[in-house]
């Protein structure tokens, strides 16, 4: 690796680590146009946008997922669910939540390793070891889950994609 791309990834772990002791989790954004990443060639074509959470973990909850958001609303969905996770609630698979603009449905999220990269790299494990991740899983603006008929939302279903 080049010293300018080792530099990047140290300061980049060095603000991860700084925004987790600082507010409990960092949110990873990949998608569309968020990459700064020296050299990288990231065009966005490889499937719906996503984020997660990162130091959830560290409070003994799997990390959060979500699909097909802008970062906006990703951050203020997370950064409220971090919150609950924060108070002691328990966003495992099966809870319903209401609120945001939708109803939301906890899903577990069988091959979390193909997907949270910085989460496994900040806790040091291995794909196969990966941290147990949970999908924040919206209904659309109708009222309609990405498991029903008609849904208008890119969401895919858990253990279908990989970054």
């Not at 193909?114 to 999908?135: C, F, G, H, M, W």
């Amino acid at each position: 690796m080049d010293p300018q791309t080792q530099a990047w990834f140290d300061q980049y772990d060095a603000h991860i680590t700084t925004t987790i002791r600082r507010f409990g989790w960092f949110i990873q954004y990949v998608g569309g146009d968020s990459c700064s990443r020296p050299g990288c060639s990231c065009t966005g074509d490889d499937g719906p946008p996503f984020a997660y959470t990162v130091g959830l973990f560290g409070l003994n909850h799997p990390e959060l997922l979500m699909f097909d958001v802008a970062p906006a609303a990703a951050a203020m969905v997370l950064n409220e669910l971090g919150e609950r996770v924060r108070d002691g609630e328990s966003l495992l698979p099966g809870v319903t939540i209401e609120g945001w603009k939708r109803k939301i449905v906890i899903e577990h999220v069988p091959n979390p390793g193909e997907i949270v990269l910085t989460a496994n790299d900040y806790y040091r494990r291995p794909p196969k070891v990966s941290v147990p991740v949970v999908q924040v899983t919206y209904c659309d603006d109708q009222g309609v889950f990405p498991w029903e008929d008609g849904c208008r939302s890119d969401q895919p279903r858990p253990g279908t994609f990989r970054a």
